[in-house]
């Protein structure tokens, strides 16, 4: 399967922009960029995803390199909700749906 | 309510022990997974199912058992509980098609 690598840690103020970065350079060309996050103390949570295109939806867009060898996921105004571990993975036609997680970026967002 | 549901939520337990984890889920979905999370890491695929019957084994499956009996419920038994199975247990589910998983609250473990 193909790796991602993410930084371990962001910080960011409340109601500034924030990009979080993805390296995937050994991605596939059926690999899907996908994203979720875990709150604390909760399970994670689907955010976004995207094959080649740039993606949007109400809680984040999804900016995909041309190459696909990097993505960024970019919260516009980041609340003090969006802390929290945030995971890119690629899911490809033989993950047969499962979700290989790494250590994620740990996000603070100061007020 | 919560599309997916697990009990307990916290469970403390002795070595050597059966542990029985439940998952249910009200979206009608068919595929169903449990992962468990140490703290710090990412989580880990233990099982996974497709369908009612079927069981597959993930990253950790060694000293786990499932069981699909039902297309709504997926439980996670650990046999004989030992002390480094104290961790975050998380079940997922998913649709045929799609890949984006749907995830309980979770269970906290702890085996003494």
């Known amino acids: 399967d193909a790796k991602t690598t993410q930084p371990n840690s962001m910080e960011s103020n409340e109601e500034e922009p924030v990009h979080l970065p993805c390296n995937h350079s050994?991605?596939?060309?059926?690999?899907?960029i996908h994203w979720y996050r875990q709150l604390p103390s909760q399970g994670p949570e689907y955010v976004i995803h995207?094959?080649?295109s740039n993606v949007n939806n109400r809680m984040a867009s999804l900016a995909i390199a041309e190459d696909r060898k990097s993505s960024t996921l970019i919260l516009h105004r980041a609340t003090l909700r969006d802390a929290a571990v945030y995971y890119c993975?690629?899911?490809?036609?033989?993950?047969?749906?499962?979700?290989?997680f790494g250590q994620g970026t740990i996000l603070t967002v100061h007020p | 309510d919560a599309d997916v549901t697990q009990t307990p939520r916290n469970r403390i337990t002795k070595t050597g022990k059966r542990i029985m984890l439940e998952c249910s889920q009200t979206?009608?979905?068919?595929?169903m997974y449990w992962y468990r999370q140490d703290p710090g890491l990412g989580l880990r695929l233990i099982y996974y199912?497709?369908?009612?019957?079927?069981?597959n084994k993930g990253e950790i499956s060694d000293g786990y058992s499932v069981s699909r009996q039902a297309q709504a419920k997926f439980s996670l038994s650990l046999e004989s509980a030992i002390p480094n199975q104290t961790a975050l247990y998380f079940c997922?589910?998913?649709?045929?098609?799609?890949?984006?998983?749907?995830f309980g609250p979770g269970t906290r473990l702890t085996v003494l």
């Open positions: 997922a589910i998913s649709r045929q098609g799609t890949d984006t998983q749907y």
């Open positions: 050994t991605i596939s060309g059926t690999d899907y």
């Open positions: 995207g094959l080649t």
């Open positions: 993975i690629l899911i490809g036609g033989t993950s047969y749906g499962k979700l290989t």
């Open positions: 979206k009608g979905h068919d595929r």
């Open positions: 199912s497709f369908d009612v019957k079927d069981i």
